[in-house]
């Protein structure tokens, strides 16, 4: 019965944990700071409004440079995975990474289609 009662404390424990990182993940993120080549920039004006929204569903969706991205998203052991859908989204990249997330920041990394790598942080949206 003590088994029972460990493994079944165990199970509860590992699903609240990774109910609480995905609750994090699943909200509305405004960009506030994009870097390339190791520089650190505001957002442009063509960037003003850009953000990325992570749904329940395990979609994805937002503005990159002002161009519509969507995807899906996917987490497995407290990593995520981001898959763009090449076909709805307008922004055009290579890969898209998801680097950190917690309460107040996201980071996501991607690289365009002429090769260039950009780091893009985000905070939620109130």
């Known amino acids: 019965m003590r088994q029972l009662s460990l493994i079944l404390i165990f199970f509860l424990t590992s699903f609240l944990s990774s109910a609480q990182e995905t609750s994090v993940l699943v909200?509305?993120?405004k960009l506030s700071g994009v870097e390339e080549f190791g520089e650190k920039y505001n957002?442009?004006?063509?960037?003003?409004?850009?953000f990325?929204?992570?749904?329940s569903?395990?979609?994805y969706s937002g503005l990159i440079n002002g161009l519509v991205i969507e995807g899906t998203w996917i987490e497995k052991t407290g990593k995520y995975s981001l898959v763009p859908n090449k076909e709805k989204s307008?922004?055009?990249m290579n890969w898209i990474k998801l680097v950190s997330v917690d309460a107040q920041?996201?980071?996501i990394n991607y690289q365009s289609t002429d090769l260039i790598?950009?780091?893009l942080s985000?905070?939620?949206e109130e």
Do not use: C, R
């Open 52 to 55: 990325i929204q992570f749904h």
């Open 105 to 107: 920041s996201l980071t």
């Open 117 to 119: 790598q950009t780091k």
């Open 57 to 59: 569903d395990k979609k």
């Open 43 to 50: 957002p442009t004006d063509a960037q003003i409004n850009d």
């Open 27 to 29: 909200k509305k993120w």
């Open 90 to 92: 307008v922004f055009k």
């Open 122 to 124: 985000y905070t939620p």
